[in-house]
């Protein structure tokens, strides 16, 4: 799994490919906790290049957004497609989680 994180003047997209499972996931999830320590509170997570998310995967979005919540932060996912976003659908994520075609239109929708 790769991450690289690109900062603007409206959030971070966090750009992500390959897998996200039980051995890349906490990678994943240290990689947002030091962007949070940091002071960023918006996140775009551009998935259209991961191919693969597991249920590690998704404990550690969830546990991103319970470090994002007091900070009234957010967590907006852009890119799903294929496997991805079927686990996306499947476990209800969509509806918890903003879901948007491109970083563009995700970092729009926030005014």
């Given at each position: 799994?790769?991450?690289?994180?690109?900062?603007?003047?409206?959030?971070?997209?966090?750009?992500?490919?390959?897998?996200?499972?039980a051995v890349t996931a906490p990678v994943y999830e240290q990689k947002l906790r030091e962007l949070i320590d940091g002071g960023e509170t918006v996140f775009v997570n551009d998935f259209s290049r991961l191919a693969y998310i597991s249920s590690a995967g998704l404990r550690s979005i969830l546990a991103t957004a319970k470090i994002l919540k007091p900070k009234q932060g957010t967590l907006m996912f852009c890119g799903l497609t294929?496997?991805?976003?079927?686990?996306?659908?499947?476990?209800?994520?969509?509806?918890l989680f903003p879901l948007h075609p491109s970083p563009e239109a995700a970092l729009k929708s926030i005014g």
């Open positions: 799994m790769e991450i690289l994180a690109t900062r603007n003047d409206k959030g971070t997209i966090v750009a992500i490919s390959g897998k996200m499972d294929g496997p991805v976003r079927d686990v996306f659908e499947i476990s209800g994520f969509g509806s």
